[in-house]
């Protein structure tokens, strides 16, 4: 059974910064893509950064590129999603996603595995 426990979410104003993080179980997790997905209320989950499985290629959505970075320590069976510069847009539930694959992926059907989100809020 793979678990993804993501946690680092809380309140924060515009122009703040917060680190998530996501602990996963599972002796494989090195071999496997992950990303981080949000979803805010009202709209559909969206991708916000992927990364492959030794780091090597990363995707961000363009709405938070430059400001975030997708991260993993494979020693620790651990992704990373630093953001800074939050803005209240960013204000959603934060999930982190283990891929199917070992190659970075854009779309949401390539993740077979999902954590319980983490709330991100943003004040103005």
């Known amino acids: 059974q793979v678990q993804l426990v993501e946690s680092g979410g809380g309140l924060v104003q515009a122009g703040g910064s917060l680190r998530l993080s996501c602990a996963a179980s599972g002796r494989t997790f090195s071999i496997y893509a992950m990303g981080w997905f949000r979803q805010a209320p009202g709209k559909e989950r969206e991708l916000v950064a992927a990364i492959s499985w030794n780091g090597a290629n990363t995707y961000y959505a363009d709405s938070v590129k430059g400001r975030f970075t997708i991260s993993r320590d494979n020693a620790k069976n651990t992704v990373y999603l630093q953001m800074n510069s939050l803005q209240p847009e960013d204000t959603a539930v934060y999930y982190c996603?283990?891929?199917?694959?070992?190659?970075?992926?854009?779309?949401?059907?390539?993740?077979?595995?999902w954590g319980q989100g983490t709330q991100v809020t943003v004040s103005s």
């Open positions: 996603a283990q891929g199917m694959y070992s190659s970075m992926s854009t779309r949401t059907n390539d993740y077979g595995y």
